[in-house]
């Protein structure tokens, strides 16, 4: 484990010193559009939704196997 964190800060050390890059900050930003860009689809599929629930008159009976998704299962 100690190995593994030396290679990447020696990593990280080579891309700052050589080619002028901070890797920290490109994970940052790079985290926040992959952030950014999941709200907007999880706004779009709200919008989706709704209309969706709208067209099929406000109820929708859905399967089993969706409406038990990231449940767990009692323990006994």
């Known amino acids: ?7 990447r800060e020696r990593m990280k050390y080579l891309f ?3 080619l002028g890059v901070d890797v920290d900050d490109v994970v940052r930003k790079v985290v926040a559009t992959i952030a ?3 709200a907007k689809q999880v706004q ?5 939704w709704k209309r969706y629930m709208e067209a099929e008159g406000g109820i929708v009976i ?12 009692p323990k006994p």
């Open 62 to 73: 859905l399967p089993s196997n969706v409406t038990q998704l990231g449940r767990r299962d």
């Open 44 to 48: 779009q599929n709200t919008k989706d």
């Open 1 to 7: 484990m100690v190995r593994l964190t030396m290679d």
């Open 36 to 38: 950014v860009e999941r």
């Open 16 to 18: 700052r010193e050589i």
